[in-house]
C-alpha cells in the first residue's frame, strides 16, 4: 500500500537539469577574475577550495571531473546568493555598456550639429568647460575633413566620459 500524501522525489531528469546548472553556475565562478570573485559570497570552505582548484586545473577531463564536484558541492548550499551576486555583475556591466552607447551618441551628436549641440551638454554638466567643448568639436570636424584619424573625437569622447564620472561622483 502506498502513501498517497508522499511527497514526489524529484525525476532523474530534474536531478540531472538541476546538477548540469549548478555546474554551469560553478564554470561561471571559475571564469571570474580574482577581483571580482571575491565579491561574490560564497561561505562554503569546500567549496571554495574546490573552485580555486579548478582554477589550477590544465587538463580538460580532470577540469570536468572538477566541475562535477563542485556541482555536488553547490546541491549541499543555498545558491541563490552566488546567483544574485552574478546577475547583479551583469545588470552592472550591462549599464556601463548602456552608458558607453549614450556618450558616443552624444559625441556624435556633437560632431554632426557642431557647436549648437553644446548647450546640451551645458545643461547635462554645468561644471564643463565650454571653451574646450567647443576646440574638441571644432579639431573634430577639421579631422573628419581632411580624412585624418579620429584623434579629436576620442578625445571628446574621453572628455565627456570625465564630465560623466565627475557628476556621478557628487
Known amino acids: ?6 511527497p514526489e522525489k524529484p525525476s532523474k531528469t530534474v ?3 538541476e546538477m548540469l546548472e549548478l555546474q554551469e553556475l560553478g564554470k ?20 571554495l577550495e574546490a573552485l580555486a582548484t579548478a582554477k589550477r586545473i590544465k587538463s580538460r577531463e580532470g577540469l570536468r ?10 546541491r ?21 555598456a548602456r552608458q558607453f552607447h549614450l556618450l558616443e551618441e552624444l559625441r556624435d551628436r556633437l560632431v554632426d550639429k557642431g557647436v549648437q549641440a553644446v548647450e546640451e551638454v551645458m545643461e547635462r554638466h554645468p561644471q564643463a568647460d565650454r571653451q574646450h567643448l567647443r576646440q574638441l568639436i571644432l579639431r573634430a570636424n577639421k579631422e573628419s575633413s581632411l580624412n585624418k584619424p579620429p584623434a579629436a573625437k576620442r578625445k571628446l569622447f574621453k572628455y565627456l566620459r570625465s564630465l560623466q564620472e565627475e557628476q556621478s561622483q557628487h
Open 1 to 6: 500500500m502506498t502513501d498517497e500524501f508522499a
Open 28 to 47: 561561471e565562478l571559475i571564469d571570474l577574475s580574482d577581483a571580482e570573485f571575491v565579491k561574490i559570497p560564497i561561505q562554503d570552505e569546500a567549496l
Open 15 to 17: 536531478i540531472k537539469k
Open 76 to 96: 549541499l548550499i543555498d545558491a541563490s546568493p552566488i546567483r544574485e551576486a552574478l546577475a547583479q555583475r551583469e545588470r552592472g556591466h550591462q549599464e556601463l
Open 65 to 74: 571531473r572538477q566541475m562535477q564536484y563542485i556541482g555536488k558541492l553547490m
